[in-house]
């Protein structure tokens, strides 16, 4: 075989069976496989083939020997094949496998020298009961053997398998209760949002108020020359009392106006009056001052 071809028998071997092919059992294992394969195929065609020959031709019955033979040979050597490939801490299924191959190869030698003139006939010369129970023998230790090996071999990959699967399958629901309350958590906090959206509190509580900022634009000014600033001189005017505090003020608004003060109510009450008809006084003035301006307005 070549090299190839094996590693093409251990790719199969640890698809299948999943464990550290040992080379040599594995090639034993697929080459008692193969060989029971092809004899029961021999086994099936000389059945067809013997079933189209006359009775009276011995042909037909040489044929039904070696099919026979072949296939009472080809199952026990299946059954011993899978023995062979499973992985197995135990001989005990090996030994009783190869106890039970022997034991149904007694039989088949024996089946071959008593058929057919020995073979289930009437005269006290029949042998096939006790060939068959011989071969029951050996049948039975083989399926005993190779029901033990696959028995072990589903045993050993379930606990093998065992806890690693259910670390995952624990790791993937904590994975997944994670993800679900992260999941639910964001819906919550949407739902919130929504919810605040349309009112006027804010989350700390407080009424939220609509307000406007103002942003000024101060580049226009930036580059003021702010050395006359810094050389600009003040004049601070200091008085000593309200009087003199109000004369300042009314120098500033660029106008001095009189003011008598009184002492007595009578006094206030003129000066009152005599400021209010100078004030009407000033407004007529004004009044009059105006039409006549629009009036050399349309004329001009």
Known sequence: MSSDGQNTLIALYRRYVDAD????????????????????????????WSGGIPPENIFKYELREVAGVTGAL???????????????QYRFPTVLAGAG?????????????????????????????????????????????????????????????GPAAGGGDAETDATDDGEDEE??????????????????????????????????????????????????????????GVDDAVAGLQGLRGGKKDTAVGDSTDDQAAALAELRKQQQADAEREDSDGVVDRIRGLFS
């Open 183 to 240: 999941a639910v958590s964001a819906q919550v906090r949407r739902d919130m949002d929504e919810a605040m959206s349309n009112t006027e509190l804010s989350w700390g509580g407080v009424r939220k108020t609509e307000t406007t900022r103002l942003k000024l634009d101060t580049s226009a000014v930036d580059d003021v020359d702010r050395a006359s600033f810094e050389n600009a001189k003040v004049t601070e005017t200091r008085g000593g």
């Open 21 to 48: 092919p040992d080379e040599t059992t594995v090639y034993a294992g697929f080459a008692l496989f193969f060989t029971a394969i092809g004899l029961l195929a021999v086994a099936l065609a000389a059945v067809v």
């Open 74 to 88: 080809g199952i026990p050597l299946l059954l011993v094949s899978v023995v062979v490939l499973l992985p197995s």
């Open 101 to 161: 191959l022997l034991v149904c190869a007694v039989a088949v030698v024996q089946f071959v020298g008593a058929y057919p003139h020995n073979w289930n006939v009437s005269a006290s010369a029949d042998q096939s009961g006790r060939i068959v129970g011989i071969y029951s023998l050996g049948a039975v230790a083989v399926v005993a053997a190779s029901g033990t090996s696959l028995v072990g071999f589903q045993l050993a990959r379930a606990r093998t398998s």
